[in-house]
């Protein structure tokens, strides 16, 4: 499986950034997909995570009620919808594949329960 997100840029405090992570592979729906970030000087965090058949969220506290993660199957393609974005959110956004997370038991939150990484997305807000 192979990952790549892309979509990020810089935006204004307040404003709204799109993510995508395509991923490619046989069996691409299989897996649960999570967004990570990492600021300047800062461990990887962890933003939100998506079950296999994107019935199923989690999201970390910097994202709750901001940002919204969604899948489309078809398109093997996962999104990551910013809202009121703050010039904290200034991260790379990683998107990756862990394919034994089970999202409903609290899965996805941590680095380590995922196999695959994709390259990351520069996303920048300015205050």
């Known amino acids: 499986v192979q990952l790549q997100a892309y979509g990020g840029g810089l935006v204004q405090a307040g404003g709204s950034l799109r993510l995508s992570c395509a991923v490619s592979g046989r069996t691409a729906g299989s897996y649960a997909i999570g967004w990570f970030r990492q600021a300047p000087g800062k461990e990887r965090e962890f933003v939100v995570v998506i079950d296999w058949s994107g019935t199923v969220t989690s999201y970390g506290e910097s994202a709750k009620g901001r940002f919204t993660i969604s899948r489309d199957n078809a398109k093997d393609t996962v999104f990551l919808q910013m809202n009121s974005l703050k010039p904290e959110d200034t991260a790379v956004y990683f998107c990756?594949?862990?394919?034994?997370?089970?999202?409903?038991?609290?899965?996805?939150?941590?680095?380590?329960?995922?196999?695959?990484w994709g390259q990351g997305t520069q996303v920048t807000v300015s205050s």
């Open positions: 990756a594949a862990g394919f034994y997370i089970v999202v409903p038991e609290n899965g996805g939150k941590r680095e380590d329960e995922y196999e695959h």
